[in-house]
């Protein structure tokens, strides 16, 4: 009988763990060297890993298998205790620390993640992209906001009967003059402020998106802070609100529904930038009504650097997993034990590009992240200058932004739900278990696909601009700057010349980005042809809309990741950087858009045909030896993994086996409902239960004289 590290056996065991160990002696390139890659910097590396240490060391902040037993109120009850603490590290962090803090909370915990989000992220972004500078101050320092402290906002944007259409919101704000106040009000059930964290029960204040009604004419919607709570944390008078109940996941956070009824804020409760309203009721409109949603911004930023950290974790459980697991003896069986699942060629094109999608949106993640903080710096600098040419350049700059962030975001996040989703499918029966880590993954994290409305309106949102500059290319000559700039080329690229005709050119990633450009302008030109033909109707045209956004994003993440390892100073990681850039654009470009390729003949058929037989599966095995080391290198602990399949050490049976049991103590033999499973399995004959009145003696003594 031979002993192993936590329980005792009577016949040799799976070793999953010899399997790592021979993975990770053959490796090839240094994984924290290539983390500072995907980080963007060693000193940013070497940060989240002291954080991450820090985190997974706190009491409170830790987090383990228990939070999938947890129902709702324990969910809520176990944030806001995990939000008091951070409370505290905010105080002593400075402002990237902490940022890179949240951005790792919102993969291990992303309701916490949130529910700080909404106030520090929405709320005052609300207030720094639409409050002039002593606004921001007096709402984020004086009243102790950024702190965590004295007021805690959320972000009163979506209603009822309107998500998407912001434009559309019904909620109202009406100026009277005789007491320079703004009266808000919840005209009709539709117009209830829907799906607001924290409005619930945690937050005081709320920005409030309302149309501006000024001697009864019209001026759209526009951004207002209105208190909802007092100091003793009542509703102020006029303000109801109700928690909206159970979702599909992040229970852990307290979204809520608002009425206003007649709720006076003073003119100042404006937010005043751009949109302003004079005591005697002077309004004073924006250069471009959009800036007034830049707020949204900085969502969606996090959003792509989340959707970056979401592939990284669940590629890394499951190709852990399927290093560890062994299933059925196929033809490279020599040493006569079962086959792992990932030398099986369909796991490997099931799961390798989702390795690949981790490393190109990090690429993209930071390019934006940089880009946003840039352009609003711009664009707070020009308003407050009041320098009107510097102001329309930095408008030009946020209209790119919004095309860019769109893509991004709406691509991301859905990149993120399948590779959640596909990742478990790939980890078996064992993938279904909560403590696996996909379930509760997937269900936190879908509501990214809709925040902000369904991808698909916000997708069509960044396509309409596109074509539209596409119209202006062909028509008017117009010139293109910032990141669309390469529409400039439409004409000459009209016309059906294939861009790739051999299979070999798929190495050349920048040739593949020529092909995605190429695919953007002849598929825009066709949108445009079609709109013209229905009278101007852009909807006719929103199925290539979507299509346009999904290239557009994937080209800006491509076109960066190229440029990063270009300029990367470690030339020994390259190799290994470029196999996952080809997998990538193989697999998550050239295949999903196979299609539209052929149909624009921007590849030849023949390209299409030996990217799927003979580049893909070559690919894959580039990258076969190197995926633990891959999965490394995004240097995520076990505490942020928390799956009990994807633990760093490999030992998936045994972990798996103790978390099961530690969170179901197998002395706990019966359950609070055995007693109506016993009452069934032990209730007397239908025979005594009935009396014994139909048979027997009941029976002769009854049917006598009949």
Request: charged share 25%.
């Amino acid at each position: 009988m031979s002993v192993s590290t936590n329980t005792v056996t009577s016949l040799p065991g799976p070793d999953p763990q010899a399997s790592f160990r021979q993975e990770r002696e053959n490796q090839k390139f240094d994984p924290v060297q290539m983390h500072y890659f995907l980080e963007g910097s060693k000193a940013r590396a070497e940060a989240i890993k002291r954080l991450t240490q820090q985190m997974e060391r706190d009491p409170v902040l830790a987090s383990d298998s228990s939070i999938y037993d947890l129902n709702k109120e324990q969910q809520r009850e176990l944030t806001a205790v995990k939000i008091n603490r951070m409370a505290r590290y905010i105080e002593n962090d400075d402002p990237k620390d902490f940022n890179l803090r949240m951005s790792l909370f919102g993969l291990f915990d992303p309701q916490v993640a949130t529910r700080i989000g909404i106030n520090l992220g929405l709320f005052l972004s609300c207030v720094r992209g639409n409050g002039t500078p002593e606004q921001i101050e007096y709402w984020t320092f004086n009243k102790e906001t950024a702190g965590l402290k004295s007021i805690y906002g959320c972000f009163g944007m979506t209603e009822l009967a309107h998500g998407s259409n912001v434009a559309g919101l019904e909620t109202t704000a009406t100026y009277d003059e005789a007491t320079e106040e703004f009266v808000i009000n919840t005209p009709h059930i539709g117009a209830t402020k829907w799906w607001i964290g924290g409005a619930a029960h945690s937050s005081t204040h709320c920005s409030v998106y309302a149309r501006l009604i000024v001697k009864g004419k019209d001026y759209g919607v526009k951004t207002f802070v209105v208190p909802l709570r007092d100091s003793n944390h009542d509703l102020m008078p006029g303000v109801t609100v109700g928690d909206i109940g159970a979702k599909m996941g992040r229970d852990g956070i307290d979204n809520g529904w608002i009425q206003f009824s007649d709720v006076r804020v003073p003119r100042f409760f404006m937010l005043q930038k751009f949109c302003k309203v004079s005591k005697e009721g002077k309004v004073t409109l924006p250069p471009l009504e959009q800036l007034s949603y830049s707020a949204l911004l900085g969502g969606r930023v996090s959003m792509v650097l989340d959707s970056y950290r979401m592939s990284a974790k669940m590629s890394t459980i499951a190709l852990r997993y399927a290093v560890a697991r062994r299933q059925f003896k196929g033809s490279s069986s020599s040493d006569g034990k079962e086959t792992q699942l990932i030398n099986y060629p369909l796991h490997q094109r099931r799961l390798f590009p989702y390795l690949a999608q981790a490393y190109v949106l990090s690429a993209a993640a930071l390019k934006v992240e940089h880009t946003i903080e840039q352009t609003l710096d711009d664009l707070d600098a020009a308003v407050a200058s009041n320098d009107m040419p510097a102001i329309m350049r930095s408008i030009d700059g946020m209209k790119s932004l919004f095309i860019d962030s769109g893509s991004l975001k709406s691509t991301s996040t859905w990149l993120g739900a399948e590779a959640i989703d596909q990742c478990r499918q790939a980890c078996g029966g064992h993938g279904y278990s909560s403590y696996s880590g996909f379930g509760k993954a997937y269900n936190d994290w879908v509501v990214q696909c809709t925040w902000e409305g369904d991808n698909n309106v916000l997708a069509m949102s960044v396509g309409k601009p596109i074509v539209r500059l596409i119209l202006e290319v062909l028509d008017k000559g117009k010139k293109v700057r910032g990141s669309t700039s390469f529409l400039n080329h439409t004409k000459e690229n009209l016309g059906e010349t294939p861009v790739i005709s051999n299979v070999s050119d798929l190495q050349d990633l920048k040739k593949i980005l020529t092909a995605i450009e190429v695919l953007i302008m002849r598929l825009g030109a066709d949108a445009v042809k079609t709109i013209k033909a229905n009278g101007g109707n852009q909807d006719s045209v929103s199925p290539q809309l979507v299509v346009i956004s999904k290239l557009k994003a994937n080209h800006y993440a491509l076109e960066e990741y190229i440029r990063r390892v270009d300029t990367h100073d470690n030339l020994e990681l390259k190799p290994y950087l470029l196999s996952l850039g080809r997998l990538y654009a193989a697999s998550m470009i050239i295949d999903r858009f196979a299609g539209d390729f052929l149909t624009y003949s921007v590849l030849s058929t023949k390209v299409v045909a030996e990217n799927n037989s003979i580049n893909l599966p070559k690919l894959c095995e580039e990258v076969r030896p190197h995926v633990i080391t891959y999965t490394d290198s995004f240097q995520l602990s076990d505490m942020i993994i928390n799956s009990a399949i994807g633990k760093f050490d490999g030992n998936v049976y045994e972990n798996y086996f103790g978390i099961v049991k530690a969170n179901n103590p197998p002395f706990k033999t019966k359950a609070p409902y055995s007693g109506s499973l016993e009452a069934m399995l032990n209730r007397p004959a239908k025979e005594e239960r009935e009396r014994f009145e139909k048979i027997g003696q009941a029976k002769q003594f009854l049917s006598k004289g009949l």
